[in-house]
């Protein structure tokens, strides 16, 4: 297995309401995908005592910049596994600041994933997610084309789907759906 044998499958909170879901979940890993600066101290302290490892997508969360210096203070702060993002400057502030960079790259057309392949190459995360994760042929173009771990996520709702992901070059599938994360 290219994950070194973990769960393929992360968990992306989209709302409150899915915490306790994913607390109780075999995943080991979590995509924080809602909240706010306010409660972010709470939720990831209950993620790690859980176990769980607590990425942080940084356009989505509430009350925070998006510079060097909100990074910075997530790792310093809140003790954060990592951050997910579209810019490649704040994967270079993840690096800095001593925490895992997940970088997000939208396939809308092969003019965009061929700028994404770029940004990967330039920036260097540490992973990389590719959306929407229902494309099996982009997905083998893009492993054919990276050495790093490749995160399919959007628009997975099936478990065949999850499976045909990883089937054709996925590491991790990242999923909404609570009902996938076990």
């Not at 992306?12 to 979590?30: P, Y």
């Not at 997610?129 to 997975?156: F, H, N, T």
């Amino acid at each position: 297995m290219r994950n070194g044998g973990v769960n393929p499958i992360i968990a992306s909170i989209t709302s409150d309401e899915q915490l306790a879901q994913a607390i109780r979940s075999q995943v080991t890993r979590i995509n924080l995908m809602t909240g706010d600066i306010s409660t972010l101290g709470d939720v990831v302290g209950q993620l790690h005592e859980a176990g769980k490892q607590v990425y942080v997508h940084m356009e989505m969360m509430q009350g925070i910049g998006r510079d060097a210096s909100a990074i910075h203070y997530l790792a310093r702060t809140f003790e954060v596994d990592g951050i997910i993002t579209t810019k490649s400057q704040a994967v270079a502030a993840a690096r800095l600041a001593g925490i895992r960079s997940i970088q997000r790259i939208f396939a809308i057309d092969s003019a965009a994933v061929d700028t994404g392949i770029r940004m990967i190459a330039s920036s260097k995360p540490d992973e990389v997610e590719l959306m929407p994760g229902l494309m099996p042929r982009i997905i083998r173009e893009v492993r054919a084309k990276m050495s790093r771990p490749l995160i399919v996520g959007g628009l997975i709702r099936y478990k065949e789907e999850a499976r045909e992901a990883l089937d054709n070059g996925a590491d991790f599938v990242s999923v909404g759906n609570s009902e996938l994360w076990n």
